[in-house]
């Protein structure tokens, strides 16, 4: 059985993390859906409401987990037993930094493989961070996160979609 690790802060999850979830499914029997406890993100929501809204953004997909880890990532990958990390790639300015952590990680656990997978084009530009910049103005984000996200959003910020 393969089991692949996609680890992340999902502050919170959108459409393309839910897309690199899709592709991932293809690829292995189960996959973990690993959402990282602290980070230097200062994330807005806490561990727990992430993990219910990707709970609740994939409620119609098998052979996934999703739960919280805290530590190095291989360390998890090792605890589950997985065979690779799965990372998305939207741009050439995620390479840089996903390919040091990669080449890290190996150091660190060299049976850990890492695959970068590249999002459907309509989802390389989603950044979690330009998603919360425009629900802080109130913009409607339907289109880039799952409803339930997009609602809760606009409920931590309290304004109405323009």
Do not use: W
Request: charged share 25%; aromatic share 8%; hydrophobic share 40%.
């Amino acid at each position: 059985m393969k089991t692949l690790v996609f680890p992340g802060t999902f502050d919170p999850i959108t459409n393309g993390h839910i897309d690199i979830i899709m592709r991932s499914l293809r690829l292995c029997d189960h996959l973990y859906v690993a959402i990282a406890k602290s980070s230097r993100k200062q994330p807005i929501f806490p561990i727990e409401e992430r993990i219910e809204l990707a709970c609740l953004a994939t409620k119609k997909l098998t052979n996934i987990t999703i739960e919280a880890f805290d530590g190095l990532v291989v360390s998890y990958v090792e605890q589950k037993e997985a065979h690779a990390v799965i990372r998305g790639l939207r741009a050439s300015s995620d390479f840089e930094y996903e390919l040091q952590m990669a080449m890290i990680n190996r150091k660190i656990h060299p049976d850990i493989e890492t695959l970068f997978l590249i999002p459907n084009e309509e989802y390389s530009y989603l950044t979690s961070s330009s998603i919360k910049e425009l629900a802080t103005f109130g913009a409607d984000v339907k289109r880039f996160v799952p409803s339930d996200v997009a609602d809760r959003l606009l409920e931590r910020y309290k304004k109405t979609p323009s």
